[in-house]
């Protein structure tokens, strides 16, 4: 057997010591590591019976349950290539993935409406429950002898949102699923076997994905997955059900916890909450530690890099910074030349490490952009560094980070210049209670006048066309949007123009 | 008018429902109940435009309902 394949070393110690302990849970129920061991062997058979070939890509589309991670590691065990696609996908994403990754075949919930037309007739389909495929459930066939990978195969792909609006395909390596466990998991986490692990991000993301499946199998730990949506009734449901040891959420999360809570004090049973996603604000860190006693670690990641490679650690956090470089990870922060900054100096941020992405899917241009010769990875984020201590200030392109989600602003300003009353128009992140999430800036067709009833319609217009988090919360009308003497439009004098003004 | 039906004034124009908006009751927290992850900016937009007052970030993980609004409101004027 091959100690190679992630999935099989995810899975074989935990069955030869405590086969019959919870891997997951999921709503009433439980999955013990043998039966996860089981559901894994029996979709990897189920993939070469359909004639899927090590290699090939299988796109995954299921939300969190016990499907996902047996369909996931199956493709590990059986040679494919995972690719993890969240369930809340716009259907014209799904279709430019599926298209992209070249997957013969979709594994997703009957539910979610994955329709013919989506997948077309050369792409086969295994629709699944929340316990696994429906197909063939009572089936033993398993495969016994998993795959052996090369050092080059990949294991997986995730799909990350472009500056386009188009999602670049982000293909990891085995050691990419295995390597955060060793280094964040152990090393600074201190995760054991007796933890029981609970994150509100789903495994579809590259934070998700690394909490979900790799912290609990790594160590022999147990998961709690939460098919719904992370709603903060619901999270506090199943945080006092399951009574988790570590929470692994984002700070949008953290604040309606916080804003859902009547009382003064709130008495949580975990030893750890982790924050991801987006820069974690320093007042929620603290209005947090005031409600609970806990703090939060807040760290940056990318999917490119398959997890964090800064974080802060138990015992030390930092309220407003992202915490220090974890051991196993290098970091530059440059200058527009590409010279290194002094300490206590904005630059852009690059990484390396044993877990960096070699390219994206079909973009060897993009690839070369951002992933350099010397191994280094451009994030596009903006950091300080002071004292050891990462802050974040800001992305070097336009993109808009909101609630864990990559917004393009130009995918929000197509749907918005679809409104007559749109004749111009600008996207660019604004700061609304603690929060960055997109704001609208518009100028009007002649003929149309500046309403609140018109900003409601604008929105109502975007809910219709984009995921609720893509909407901007905030529109202003202007005469003339700021552009440069090229004609590009200064999203960052929108920004401060937002900070500085006061509303009307 | 008052304070409470001007702010559920504004829950009806960032799109909550009437439903909702009526039921809300103005002692209890508006996340998880009335309002989403989405909503909320979106609500405290509006008010910061209505009464055209700046909700900074401290402030803004202090005002869970709509009494908390409605005292800073009247506090800020």
């Not at chain 1, 316990?131 to 066939?141: F, L, V």
């Not at chain 2, 439903?19 to 109940?33: E, F, H, M, S, W």
Request: with cysteine.
């Amino acid at each position: 057997m091959s100690r190679s394949n992630a999935a099989v070393e995810l899975l074989s110690r935990n069955l030869e010591l405590h086969p019959d302990k919870t891997a997951y849970f999921c709503g009433e129920r439980a999955l013990s590591y043998r039966e996860l061991d089981n559901a894994s062997r029996h979709f990897a058979r189920l993939l070469q019976k359909k004639g899927i070939a090590p290699g090939e890509r299988v796109m995954i589309v299921l939300s969190d349950c016990f499907a996902f991670p047996a369909a996931f590691l199956g493709c590990l065990l059986s040679g494919a290539v995972a690719v993890a696609a969240g369930a809340p996908l716009r259907e014209e994403d799904l279709t430019y993935i599926i298209k992209d990754c070249g997957a013969r075949l979709l594994v997703s919930h009957g539910e979610l409406g994955v329709s013919r037309s989506i997948i077309g007739d050369k792409v086969m389909a295994i629709l699944c429950n929340y316990d696994g495929p429906a197909e063939d459930s009572n089936s033993c066939d398993q495969v016994s002898d998993p795959y052996h990978p090369s050092a080059d195969d990949f294991a997986y792909m995730l799909y990350s949102s472009g500056s386009t609006g188009q999602p670049k395909g982000v293909p990891h390596r085995h050691k990419s699923l295995l390597l955060p466990g060793d280094l964040i998991g152990r090393e600074l986490l201190g995760i054991t076997s007796d933890d029981v692990i609970f994150s509100s991000s789903k495994l579809s993301f590259a934070y998700g994905l690394i909490n979900s499946l790799t912290f609990p199998l790594r160590f022999g730990a147990t998961a709690i997955l939460h098919p719904g949506k992370p709603e903060p009734r619901a999270i506090l449901d199943i945080i006092g059900r399951r009574k988790p040891s570590i929470f692994f959420s984002v700070p949008t999360i953290f604040t309606q916890i916080i804003l859902s809570c009547a009382q003064r004090q709130l008495q949580l049973p975990m030893r750890l909450c982790c924050s991801a996603g987006e820069a974690l604000p320093a007042a929620v860190f603290e209005e947090w530690q005031r409600l609970t006693g806990l703090e939060i670690l807040d760290g940056i990641g990318s999917t490119e890099m398959a997890y964090h490679f800064i974080s802060n650690i138990p015992g030390q956090a930092v309220a407003g910074s992202a915490g220090r470089l974890v051991p196993g990870y290098l970091t530059l922060l440059v200058d527009d030349n590409g010279d290194i900054v002094p300490s206590g100096s904005e630059g852009s941020l690059l990484v390396s490490g044993d877990t960096s992405s070699p390219f994206y899917w079909n973009l060897p241009d993009k690839s070369a952009e951002t992933m350099l010769p010397d191994g280094f990875i451009r994030t596009g984020d903006v950091f300080v560094e002071r004292n050891g201590f990462f802050y974040h200030r800001g992305r070097s392109d336009d993109m808009i980070k909101a609630g864990a989600h990559w917004v393009s602003p130009v995918t929000v300003e197509d749907a918005l210049r679809s409104h007559p009353a749109v004749a111009d128009c600008a996207v660019a992140a604004v700061t609304v209670g603690t929060l960055i999430k997109p704001g609208a800036f518009v100028v009007l067709t002649p003929g149309y006048e500046r309403t609140p009833g018109l900003a409601q319609e604008l929105r109502a217009h975007l809910m219709a066309r984009l995921p609720d988090y893509m909407c901007p919360v905030r529109f202003r009308f202007m005469g003339e949007l700021p552009r440069t003497q090229t004609g590009k439009i200064q999203r960052f004098r929108l920004r401060e123009l937002d900070a500085y003004q006061s509303p009307a | 008018m008052n304070t409470i039906d001007e702010l559920k004034k504004l829950m009806r124009k960032i799109g909550i429902e009437e439903g909702i908006v009526n039921g809300t009751d103005p002692a209890q927290p508006l996340a998880g109940r009335a309002m989403d992850s989405i909503d909320y900016p979106a609500f405290i937009a509006a008010v910061e435009e209505r009464y055209g007052i700046i909700i900074t970030d401290r402030y803004s993980l202090k005002l869970r309902s709509l009494n908390d609004f409605m005292n800073f409101i009247n506090g800020a004027s």
